[in-house]
């Protein structure tokens, strides 16, 4: 009897260590990464952030690559490539255009979307609260908290971070067109524009009711912004399953700066001249075809729009306890802003050449 349970317990024993080292081995076994680098893509010395990652990345947890990227698409052959294959992640090391390129691979697979942003506006980056250091970034990476996040659709078109007609599809087309990258110059392709620039009219429809607007822009927000802390839909929220709208109407000269700061201090919907509303879909129809954009990328499409957002496709390595910091150009704009109390209409253009003259000793 007392033989039978003594050899019982050394079963029970065996078993337990079994699972131990089972469990141990599982929890032991390294992710695997590939960072895919655009080297040509935003403004950042890219073999310091390979050097940086080399450092920095936490070796007894992640087995990783790099892969370089060759031509436009190419960051999207790699990525669908490295999902059909398993990996745990992929990493895109640009700006808002290879983010969006590797994400849209990723959607509806079991591979997570990290970021180390090196671009111009690193939209979706910000709005994820993700350093903008390398070294920050990977810490982020090292610390692998993966989320399920939503995405969203223009025409088919797969967006992370926003899309939308009007001034800021045409924008982006004239951005897209200067041969420059950085904030300064979409600022000034913004402030050469923008006041010349003629509002259209468009037919929004959202569960079968239907609204006309006269528009100066139309955005719709997975995430807060466009970039560099320029926030059109403060409020966005990307696991919330819906997508936040902002048209902004047209306005006068003289209300311009005011909503270029209100775009940088998060209060752009406490503007008059803005409507906001969330939905999941959209449709919109415009007088004629032209340029729509995603994630600030332009494209040309028909006069019928169809916008959605789709709820938790897209898994994301994020922050795990971020804190916002404060866009240094506030103080900028304040003080912009500010001057236009002593100032009269005839004078704005003047202004606008002081806040690129101000901007550049930054």
């Not at 699972?19 to 590939?34: G, R, S």
């Not at 111009?120 to 609260?129: E, I, M, T, V």
């Not at 969203?152 to 045409?170: E, L, Q, Y």
């Not at 990258?181 to 392709?189: K, Q, T, V």
Request: proline share 4%.
């Amino acid at each position: 009897m007392e033989s039978n349970m003594a050899k019982n317990a050394l079963e029970k024993k065996k078993t337990y260590l079994c699972i131990y080292f089972i469990a141990d081995a599982v929890m032991c076994e390294k992710k695997k990464l590939v960072f895919i680098v655009n080297p040509i893509s935003g403004t950042t010395n890219k073999e310091l952030i390979l050097k940086v990652i080399s450092e920095h990345l936490d070796s007894g947890s992640f087995d990783w690559k790099v892969v370089k990227t060759e031509y436009s698409g190419h960051a999207a052959t790699i990525a669908k490539q490295e999902a059909d294959a398993g990996i745990d992640a992929v990493i895109a090391i640009g700006g808002d255009g290879t983010v969006n390129e590797v994400a849209r691979s990723l959607v509806h697979t079991q591979t997570a979307l990290g970021i180390i942003p090196s671009g111009s506006g690193n939209g979706l980056a910000r709005h994820l609260l993700i350093p903008m250091d390398p070294g920050g970034a990977l810490d982020i990476i090292n610390s692998y908290m993966v989320k399920d996040l939503d995405y969203g659709k223009i025409n088919g078109i797969p967006f992370f971070c926003t899309c939308g007609v009007g001034f800021d599809a045409f924008v982006s087309s004239k951005f897209a067109k200067s041969g420059k990258r950085g904030l300064l110059s979409y600022l000034e392709n913004t402030l050469r524009e923008g006041l010349m620039y003629q509002s259209d009219t468009y037919e929004i429809e959202i569960d079968g009711e239907k609204r006309v607007y006269k528009a100066f822009l139309i955005a719709c927000a997975n995430a807060s912004q466009y970039g560099n802390n320029v926030y059109i839909a403060p409020h966005a929220c990307m696991h919330d399953g819906l997508m936040d709208v902002t048209i902004m109407e047209p306005f006068s000269v003289l209300e311009a700066p005011q909503i270029a700061f209100q775009l940088f201090n998060k209060t752009i919907t406490s503007n008059s001249r803005i409507k906001t509303f969330k939905c999941q879909k959209m449709h919109i129809s415009r007088e004629y075809p032209g340029v729509i954009h995603y994630d600030g990328d332009p494209v040309v499409a028909d006069k019928e729009i169809d916008v959605e957002v789709i709820k938790k496709g897209l898994k994301v390595i994020v922050n795990p306890g971020g804190v916002a910091p404060t866009p240094p150009l506030l103080k900028i704009f304040s003080d912009f802003y500010n001057e236009l109390t002593n100032w009269g209409e005839g004078n704005v253009f003047t202004l606008n050449k002081d806040l690129l003259r101000k901007l550049k000793q930054k």
